[in-house]
């Protein structure tokens, strides 16, 4: 043999002799022929209760699974359902401003012809809002909700009950279910 095939050789031969090394103290510490029945069932009992506790931590890291599961659902649902929110937030004053300008009184034609115009808008962006999902929050003569309305003012009127909404000073609108902005109001003492 030469001399490259004589190292090869020791090489795989100090493998073996390492890789036995290892094996046999492992077969050393659990030889059946000294298991007792005793220590056998100690050993059973251990392995048994190892089960449980890993059987236990599975239940628990499948619910955590499914509560993940569900929240990111949720959440998706709800962000799809709200998608539109911010945007109607920012546009709602700019609606404020339309109503205003809309309760001015026309003297002319020419400003006749401009409230026609501002009132067309106003309507269409009204329309493309509701079909969003937004609604406006009804307030006058309704009994004082502070889900809904933000009293800003109380007054006393005869003629009304107590708790109920005089005048509404803002309106307030809700996207589905969710409250935008509430009314601001003023209520019946």
Known sequence: MNEETKNEQQQVEDVDVKSDEVVEPIFDEVNEDEVQPESSSSVVVELEEKLEEAEARYLRLRADFDNFRR?????????EKYRAQSVISDILPALDNFERALKMQADNEQTKSLLQGMEMVYRSLVDALNKEGLEAIEAVDQPFDPNLHQAVMQAE????????????????????????????VKVNQ
Request: hydrophobic share 35%.
């Open 71 to 79: 929240r990111v659902t949720l959440d998706r649902e709800a962000s």
């Open 157 to 184: 009127e005869a003629g009304k009950e107590s708790n109920i909404v005089l005048e509404e000073f803002q309106k307030g609108f809700k996207l589905k279910d969710r409250v935008i902005r509430p009314s601001m």
